[in-house]
């Protein structure tokens, strides 16, 4: 089973510039997720879908960040314009219940944008 | 609040016994989880733990859980050099459902 993709893997952009990401989640996953991971902390949720709907995105930062998933599958996390603190890891995860209900979530190998 | 603390460092030589450790503050929790991230690479599920529970053993892992205290901890026998990278605890939380993770202890192996 494929896991969840991310790209690009690195990604250097000048402040006030735009920049996109992109998630495959695992076939069949109708939960993603992105997080974003500021160096030396553990992820923290930016937004959440349950198939193409928005579950949770009270920690995303409208002004500048947004995020699609249109048809339910892959998503873009898109930033514009970037600031020096957006230099993070960008994590994408998906999950799906399993028999006892439980969603564990996977993670990709993440996006690092590095904003100069 | 919903908060996770763990210890930021760890050190142990190979063969020996790891104990990673984690608090958390949110007595609704659900599942409680152990990550593990090398260098470059995104997170990867070690175990989980149900709220009801107060162990889990999986080979060379176990996980104890204090719910009064709102502790887990991670031990890993016979700790080898691979084992050495990031460990994140998290919560997930019956009001919301997300996760919420701890800032990661770094494991370190010496030969």
């Known amino acids: 089973e494929a896991g969840v993709a991310q790209s690009p893997r690195y990604k250097i952009i000048e402040k006030r510039q735009s920049v996109a990401f992109w998630c495959n989640p695992i076939?069949?996953?109708?939960?993603l997720y992105w997080y974003q991971q500021i160096l030396g902390q553990g992820p923290k949720l930016l937004i959440q879908f349950q198939n193409n709907g928005v579950v949770d995105d009270s920690q995303l930062p409208k002004d500048r960040f947004s995020a699609e998933r249109l048809k339910g599958v892959d998503s873009t996390l898109k930033i514009q314009p970037a600031k020096l603190e957006d230099s993070a890891v960008y994590l994408c995860a998906s999950s799906t219940p399993d028999r006892a209900h439980e969603e564990t979530q996977y993670f990709g190998p993440g996006t690092r944008l590095l904003v100069l | 609040g919903e908060d996770v603390e763990q210890s930021l460092f760890l050190s142990v030589r190979e063969g020996d016994s790891s104990v990673i450790n984690c608090t958390y503050t949110d007595s609704s929790s659900t599942y409680l989880y152990w990550y593990k991230q090398e260098p470059g690479a995104g997170l990867q599920l070690l175990t989980y733990i149900f709220s009801n529970m107060d162990m889990k053993q999986d080979q060379r892992l176990t996980v104890l859980l204090n719910k009064k205290d709102k502790h887990l901890s991670l031990r890993i026998a016979d700790t080898q050099t691979g084992d050495s990278a990031i460990y994140f605890c998290a919560e997930r939380t019956l009001n919301t459902g997300k996760l919420i993770f701890g800032q990661g202890t770094t494991l370190q192996v010496k030969p």
């Open positions: 076939s069949g996953h109708a939960t």
